[in-house]
């Protein structure tokens, strides 16, 4: 499974270097398409029985007590992240044979996908903290090569530059937390640190705590929440089906599949637990405010994402963790098909981006706007699709464990029913307003909209939350013996009945809201944003990018530059320049050092051996 | 058999520099090349001839009185500690002698000039005898500085100067600490010797004779110093950036990857068995300078318009982090300053032998000439790539397993300190990617860079061979581990049960 992408990635990359994309693409669609069906058998094998992980490992870090070890471990959670992984993966794969048609050079590309598959593999299969966190940066890395894959402009280049440290600074977290993982368990592997937290209480429950939160530190690197989202809006400077991919579908669900992966720990962890839901939450309605008034079409799916994205973490804050994990399949497939519906109308109108200059698409794209619409449904949380049942079972942990993180989610939920609907008749609806002559894509791309779209409406059934207790939950059944179901406790401020029937009854509105206001979109001059008051603020993202070079990017240049220009050279240089100047005026020996080494040399080395003999008589040693 | 292999590592590289003397001047880059390959030959049975299940006890031990009135031997041998660094050595060598083939300024004492410089590095990482240790250590400044002062850029006189200057001082203080162990031994048991192992068995006075110091913490700071010059330490570190910005390519590589180590190996094999309690009790101190250097040195790179500053100073932030892992005293802190040291050494190396290979086409070392690179010359832009990442420590390659341990060990001995050790590892990365940046990203902004060839076989089959280390140390560290398992394992017990036995002087 894992193999086969990374011998595409070297043949593509270093063997062949073919310039023809369709060569290139499709021994790289190849090779995923191999893994999914390897994903597949491995499948069929952990979800036979008690669900028997398979397990391998060789050594690589050993000395004294400490060993780690390359331990890959497939369960079921694993299973359930591969799927999505080769799965979404070669659909992507294959609509970028289509999509980068037109590039020369693609094989860097198709290179850096297949090497981005393997990697993440790596990370969702890893046994222990260590061998995760080689997935971990890796995928980071090839995330930063594709978002800078045309990296002739700078402000690409700088883009996939600000990903990757951003995702250092949770890296720095991540380390943080395995270490203290390490002084609290003697072990990074995930099965004995579970297994270890489940056979006694002892643990030092503050240092649990501490090892948590700079854990999910790491986790708000990867997966975008504030406060270190900022990376993932610019990202979309990426090909298109990069972003559907990594920042969409994989990568960025990986910090989600880190708490899931230690939930014996987070379970335990009540205060790391508060704030992960709040800042899960905080992130949420952020980023839902900031995708309402957006133009360009890929950063309101971006804000969008990063919104879906807090909702599972709002969930795993309330330790809903099948729930979490089930949104993250459902977004899978809703979010690649809804970038993949993007990049198709890019494609089609040569590069335009805003949508303002669109409309009307709906008639010359007929498949993408078919296709786009299931998306939107899906995740504006609409039943029967997908994304209803699964944004229900979050909204239902959060009733659970706090009533006004269920008025907050219920915001969310509202808002991006209103903002995709917003986004697809902006796009497809009305009349269109700008120059390029749109024609549908090639069947390479349409197909996996198609599929994704499939997906998209019938995922929803495989996890039915238990409001509908006729129908049983597969997904939450499947993952039992890796995640224990999530336990319902406490009385609820609102039946959760009642609670199903507003967000839906919400969400209902605000999409026929969104449709009826913008639908009707005309010129490029039409009011694209509902929320006029806020509208700068939105627009400009709360200033936050600004914020954050105030406070930490221009300290940090003047620092850096202070210490360039005035530290190194004038106090340390000049100090140390001035001590070895005034030792020669003392001395008299400036002649002694221009006129020849080999003097000055044997004089010191007398005046060497002559103050040792005094020291060692001052010391009464002889 | 491990015994003339020690020797021949010593000597050959000497033979051959008279050679290449003697010889016409067409053949003297062939013959340095034929030499210092024939030494990366022996290093392969050194490795397999090393036993890795020996701790304490030096290998292939030569032992030949030299100056028999003081006990002074020409003595050799390899343990846990050098062998690494022995095989370092060897390796970088050659790629240090093909970074120079284009040099046209006296070709015949330029190769020479490194065929000794590695004879004497070799030799001081494989010295028993204090006296012919320090005998080395002088000795190699010689070659070095020739390097600098001759071949180097504009300002190479001031660079080679001030290089030797620092390195020299440091020298001074280490004398008077050797020779205070060698009149101490004498006095207390009678006999001379310059033996290392005997000489640890001395027993220096406790009682504070300056500034509240001891004889002991003395004579620590005598080598310690000579060795953070070495190192360097910030705030000692003012000769690197000079030195290596005027040195040519060649002598930069061996300067990064060789000579700095001394600074380390240096710690490891005297200050600290010489000095175990001062060093117990001045490691806090230490570990917060060195804290200080991989800051401010990420800070300094990372606003360098010259690309081997930028190096240069990454060097002063990387090499914190291996100081850094000796003072947590612990055994991963440990493994990770010895496996960092080698990683430092691969990957800076390979730096400067890129940064060289454009210097080559365009005498140029500064971002402003440069940019878009990747467009033009692919297989350059794809090692650049992949070294930088070995450098920020990426998983999978070589920088992060000694990362993570030195990080894993600093954790240990103080979380604080750690925590302050991982921005390290996010300012590593901010630099990092600021080199690739402005070299290979962004439109190309000079026409003359179209003109650039990309890497021919002289270059590519190194950083093959680099790279292929990288991955090797990165997924499977244990070839290196295990070598030195037992010397690592038995580090920390060793200077302390020493003293224990040896209790209070008379």
């Not at chain 1, 994205?309 to 809903?320: K, S």
């Not at chain 2, 802190?333 to 060289?356: D, E, K, P, R, Y």
Request: aromatic letters at 14%; charged letters at 10%; one cysteine or more.
């Amino acid at each position: 499974m894992m193999v086969a992408p990374l011998l595409g990635s070297i043949a593509n990359g270093l063997v062949l270097r073919s310039s023809e994309a369709k060569r290139a693409g499709t021994l790289a669609t190849v090779a995923v398409f191999v893994s999914f069906f390897c994903a597949l058998i491995l499948f069929s094998q952990v979800a036979s029985g008690a669900g028997e992980p398979i397990e391998m490992s060789w050594p690589w870090i050993q000395i004294g007590n400490l060993n780690i070890e390359w331990g890959f471990r497939f369960d079921r959670l694993t299973s359930v992240m591969s799927l999505v992984i080769t799965g979404v993966g070669s659909l992507i794969h294959l609509y970028s044979i289509g999509y980068m048609s037109h590039e020369k050079g693609s094989y860097r590309y198709f290179a850096y996908l297949n090497l981005f598959v393997f990697l993440m593999l790596v990370l969702v299969s890893a046994g222990n903290l260590a061998a995760l966190f080689v997935g971990w940066e890796g995928v980071g890395l090839c995330s930063y090569l594709l978002i800078g894959y045309w990296f002739e402009d700078p402000e690409k280049a700088k883009a996939g530059m600000k990903a990757f440290l951003v995702n250092r600074i949770g890296d720095a977290g991540f380390l943080m937390g395995m270490f203290f993982c390490y002084q609290l368990f003697g072990t990074l592997d995930f099965q004995k640190i579970n297994a270890a937290i489940d056979a006694q209480s002892g643990f030092n429950i503050q240092l649990m705590n501490i090892a948590a939160f700079f854990l999910f530190v790491g986790a708000t690197g990867k997966s975008a929440q504030v406060p270190l989202y900022v990376w993932l809006p610019d990202a979309m400077a990426g090909p298109t089906p990069v972003s559907a991919l990594i920042h969409a579908a994989t990568m960025v669900t990986s910090g989600i599949y880190l708490i899931a992966r230690l939930e014996p720990l987070f379970v335990m962890t009540t205060d790391t637990n508060t704030v992960i839901a709040f800042t899960g939450l905080g992130t949420a309605l952020l980023a839902a405010f900031i995708a309402t008034s957006q133009r360009d079409i890929k950063k309101v799916l971006a804000y969008s994402t990063v919104s879906q994205l807090g909702l599972m973490v709002l969930a795993l804050g309330c330790r809903a963790y099948v729930a979490a994990l089930f949104h993250l399949v459902t977004h899978a497939f809703f979010k690649a098909l809804l970038f993949l519906g993007s990049g198709s109308v890019i494609h089609a109108l040569e590069g335009e981006q805003d949508i303002s200059k669109m409309g009307g698409l709906r008639k010359s794209l007929p498949v993408t706007s078919l296709t786009f619409l299931a998306g939107t449904v899906a995740i504006a949380g609409i039943p029967p699709l997908a994304g209803f049942f699964s944004k229900d079972t979050i909204l239902h942990a959060a009733l659970v464990a706090d009533f006004r993180l269920w008025i907050g989610g219920a915001v969310v939920a509202t808002l991006t029913a209103f903002y995709m609907f917003r986004l697809y008749s902006l796009t497809f609806l009305g009349t269109y307003r700008g120059k390029a002559h749109p024609h549908e894509s090639p069947w390479v791309m349409t197909l996996p909209l198609v599929i994704l779209a499939v997906a998209s409406v019938f995922a929803g059934f495989l996890g039915v939350p238990h409001e509908f207790h006729w129908i049983p939950n597969f997904f939450e059944e499947y993952l039992k013996p890796v995640i224990p179901p999530y336990e319902f406790e406490g009385t609820l401020a609102i039946s959760s009945h009642q609670a199903m029937l507003i967000t839906t009854g919400l969400a209902f509105l605000s999409s026929a809201l969104a449709l009826v206001i913008f639908s009707r979109a005309k010129s490029t001059e039409t009011k694209i944003s509902l929320f006029r008051p806020f509208q700068m603020v939105f627009e400009n993202r709360f200033w936050v990018d600004e914020l954050y070079g105030a406070l930490f990017v221009r300290p940090f240049q003047a620092i850096s530059k202070f210490f360039a220009a005035i530290v190194d050279p004038k106090v340390i240089d000049g100090g140390i320049l001035l001590m070895s100047r005034a030792a020669k005026r003392l001395g008299g020996v400036v002649v002694l050092v221009q006129t020849g080494n080999v003097q000055w040399y044997l004089f010191l080395m007398m005046i060497g051996v002559v103050g040792g003999l005094f020291l060692l008589l001052r010391g009464r040693v002889i | 058999m491990m015994s003339a292999i020690l020797v021949s590592l010593c000597v050959l590289p000497i033979i051959g520099a008279s050679l290449i003397f003697l010889g016409p001047e067409k053949l003297a880059r062939k013959t340095a090349l034929a030499v210092s390959l024939l030494c990366l030959a022996l290093s392969i049975p050194l490795y397999f001839g090393f036993d890795g299940t020996q701790s304490q006890i030096f290998q292939g031990v030569v032992s030949i009185p030299w100056v028999p009135a003081l006990g002074i031997k020409f003595a050799l041998g390899i343990d846990g500690l050098s062998f690494p660094l022995v095989l370092l050595t060897q390796l970088m060598l050659p790629i240090a002698i093909l970074a120079s083939w284009h040099e046209e300024r006296n070709p015949k004492a330029f190769m020479a000039c490194f065929l000794v410089l590695s004879s004497f590095m070799t030799g001081t990482f494989l010295a028993t005898d204090l006296f012919l240790f320090y005998v080395f250590w002088e000795a190699m400044l010689i070659p070095m500085i020739l390097l600098i002062g001759v071949w180097g850029s504009q300002e190479r006189i001031y660079a080679a100067l001030k290089f030797f200057l620092f390195t020299f001082a440091g020298s001074l203080l280490m004398l008077l600490a050797v020779v205070t162990l060698f009149v101490s031994y004498k006095t207390q048991t009678g006999v001379m010797t310059a033996d290392i192992s005997e000489l640890t068995k001395v027993v220096l006075s406790k009682e504070p004779i300056l500034f509240g110091l001891n004889i002991q913490d003395l004579v620590f700071w005598g080598f310690t110093l000579a060795f953070l010059v070495k190192v360097p330490l910030f705030p000692l570190h003012t000769w690197l950036p000079d030195a290596h910005v005027q040195a040519p390519t060649g002598g930069s590589i061996l300067l990064a990857a060789v000579l700095l180590k001394m600074g380390t190996y240096g710690l490891l094999r005297f200050s600290i068995p010489f000095g175990s309690e001062s060093f117990s009790r001045f490691a806090p101190l230490i570990a917060v300078l060195s804290l200080v250097g991989i800051l401010y040195g990420a800070f300094v790179a990372f606003q360098q318009q010259d690309m081997k500053k930028l190096v240069a100073y990454s060097s002063v932030s990387h090499l914190g982090l291996v100081v850094l892992g000796i003072c947590t005293q612990n055994l991963e802190g440990l493994t990770g300053s010895v496996i960092q040291n080698i990683n430092h050494g691969l990957s800076t190396g390979a730096l400067f032998f890129m940064v060289g290979f454009l210097y080559d086409q365009r005498h140029s070392r500064l971002f402003s000439d440069y940019g878009g690179l990747a467009a033009l010359i692919p297989w350059y832009s794809f090692f650049l790539v992949l070294v930088a990442c070995s450098s920020m420590a990426v998983p999978g390659l070589n920088g992060f397993v000694g990362e993570m341990l030195i990080l894993l060990g600093t954790f240990e001995a103080n979380p604080w300190w750690a925590g302050i050790g991982v921005l390290g590892v996010v300012f590593g990365a901010l630099y990092t990617l600021t080199l690739l940046k402005k070299t290979l990203f962004g439109p190309v902004t000079a026409n003359e860079n179209r003109s650039l060839k990309d890497l021919s076989w002289r270059e590519t089959v190194p950083l093959i061979i680099l790279a292929l280390f990288m991955l090797w140390i990165g997924l499977a560290p244990g070839f290196l581990i295990n070598k030195m398992k037992p010397t690592l394992e038995n580090y920390w017990k060793k200077p302390q049960s020493a003293y224990a036995m040896s209790g209070n002087p008379k």
